[in-house]
């Protein structure tokens, strides 16, 4: 296979990624109507339509000990950066990792209308920070205890992918009822991150993968957990409020 080829093998599989996400979460959407009013919030991220992309993604890299054909891949899209690319070293995916959640805030700067507050965003990126920060710390352990993992130099999974697609899903989910258009934006930029994480030799196409499954699954475990507990608040404040009656 030339190197054009494999060239091509890599922008492919990139593009695939964004392209994925869009049509998964425009699917999500388009099912949107038919969930009644009153579902249970887990509902509503959970959906076998919402998450099918992400554990697809999961499942792809922990599949890897097992299928020898994406170790093969994951090596040869390496070995053709590695001599098609040899002198590519940029920093910028250590902040573009971080320009989803903190778009975000910029939105609120701006007046744009999102589903949360200021305060609100305050607790969801800290909530989500917390989980995929502690979910890819377990995965990193576990991992590195396998010698398909700890053998390349890299960690499974891509802790700047995570944080990227993390900040991407916290975008979608703010905006999707408002601006839906705008709410894919941080899902294009994450991907950059991706791309840009295999291009500095940091990680293989597995280790991207996991990480934007590991980045989108967390936030919407953020987003059940919130409202659950701001559900909860408010049925205590409301019974609170009929027995002083």
């Known amino acids: 296979m030339s190197g054009s080829s494999r060239h ?24 949107l109507d038919s969930v009644p009013v009153a579902a249970p919030v887990k509902a509503r991220y959970f959906r076998p339509s919402a998450i099918i992309v992400p554990v697809t993604f999961l499942a792809y890299g922990w599949l890897k000990p097992v299928i020898p054909a994406i170790e093969n891949l994951d090596n ?4 053709n950066v590695r001599t098609n690319h040899p002198d590519f070293n940029t920093n910028v995916d250590d902040y573009l990792q971080w320009v989803p959640s903190a778009s975000i805030y910029a939105m609120d700067a701006l007046k744009v209308k999102t589903k949360h507050t200021f305060l609100e965003h305050l607790a969801i990126d800290a909530g989500s920070i917390i989980i995929t920060g502690g979910a890819g710390y377990i995965m990193r352990k576990i991992s590195g205890n396998m010698e398909v993992y700890n053998s390349t130099g890299s960690q499974f999974p891509s802790g700047h992918t995570a944080n990227a ?47 934007a499954g590991l980045g989108i699954l967390s936030t919407k475990l953020t987003y059940l957990a919130f409202d659950k507990v701001k559900a909860h608040k408010k049925r205590k404040s409301l019974a609170s409020s009929l027995t002083s009656r």
């Open 165 to 211: 697609f993390r900040g991407a899903e916290i975008v979608f989910q703010e905006l999707k009822d408002t601006h839906r258009v705008l709410s894919y934006s941080g899902y294009l930029v994450a991907t950059a991150v991706g791309i840009l994480r295999i291009y500095n030799k940091e990680h293989y196409l597995t280790e991207v993968l996991a990480g």
């Open 76 to 79: 040869q899209i390496m070995e």
């Open 8 to 31: 091509n093998i890599i922008s492919i599989l990139c593009f695939s990624i964004f392209s994925l996400l869009i049509h998964q979460e425009s699917l999500a959407i388009s099912k």
